[in-house]
């Protein structure tokens, strides 16, 4: 048998291990942070319109700026984005890979806030740039001048903020997300993948945009809007931003049926994002019953919930596993994070979880 170690791998990729979030079939997924509600029955119906007409065209490649989806993106963003400050990608993990190929790469730093999403080092590595990590206040905040220090340090060429921040739900003040872009000469992302399940008087770094060229808003349909499997992620910058992004994409990266398929998902946004409020709904529940069964939680402004407390969290997953119940591990001692699904998967966690708690 060939080992990755026989093979003239590139020598920084020796010793990697791939994304690995478990893909079990369980009755009760909550483990990646899913929009668990089914797509409604009328936007299947209008999806597949749209993927049949595509489809008639499919000997063609794509519309290599997908301006119809750019434009439908820009609408839905809002607060004045305009169709060229869109960029848009194969999920927004390559979003943050087209930012990494075009401002990081071999002899640059990228500077991110562990514990923080898994995938931000993960393509920092792919992309050969170099992951530098700072540390968080208490309770995973990042003050302004705590982030300052670290931009300092560093003299990173990007800076990632995540907010809210997965795996900890908790949120970033706006100040800090200013204070960073102020100190550094780099370029700012923020990582609003939850941004819709934050309170709606939370600002957003959208309202930063005007007058800061070198910060990125980075947003996914794969979460509030219900599209994990549709791939489509996307960011919102200065127009200078996404032509340096045109430079290291592959041509025609997004499908003709990608397109087809996020834009009629888009014209039905309505009716995808009905349900975020019920998975608010079921996050605050969480974050109201986990602290009574002894586990205390994180403020979270996202769908789901970091919980401490855990005595030995393998013990804990795996009996929560054996009760069809798939939540995660996300490598901090003594918690475990759990995705707010439909009331009934909700409603089976904390039973399953009250059930085992002595
Ligand atoms: C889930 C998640 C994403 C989404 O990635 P996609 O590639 O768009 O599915 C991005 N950022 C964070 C912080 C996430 O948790």
Known sequence: MTSLDDLPIRDDLRGMHPYGAPQLTVPVALNVNENTHPVPEAVVER?????????????????REFTTLREALAAYLGGGVMPEQVWAANGSNEILQHLLQAFGGPGRRVLGFPPTYSMHSIIASATGTEWVAAERDAGYDIRPETAVAAIERADPDLVFLCSPNNPTGTPLGIETIEAAYDATRGIVV??????????????????????????????????????????????????????????????????????????????????????????????????????GLGYPTLPSHANFVLFGGVADTRATFDALLREGILIRDVGIPHHLRVTAGTEEETTAFLRALARMTP
Not at 51 to 58: D, L, Y
Not at 208 to 234: E, H, I, N, Q
């Open 190 to 291: 923020v990582d609003e993948a939850y941004a819709e399940f934050a309170p709606r008087e939370v600002p957003t770094a959208l309202t930063l945009l005007p007058g800061r060229p070198r910060l990125v808003v980075s947003r996914t349909m794969s979460k509030a809007f219900a599209f994990a499997g549709g791939r489509l992620g996307y960011l919102a910058a200065d127009p200078a931003v996404v032509d340096a992004l045109r430079l290291v994409r592959l041509p025609y990266h997004l499908s003709a049926l990608t397109q087809a398929a996020a834009a009629a998902a888009l014209a039905e946004a309505p009716a995808m994002l009905a349900m975020v409020d019920d998975i608010v709904r079921q996050r605050d529940r969480l974050l109201a019953e986990l602290p």
């Open 47 to 63: 999806i597949v319109a749209a993927v049949r007409e595509a489809v008639r065209n499919v000997n063609r490649y794509p519309d």
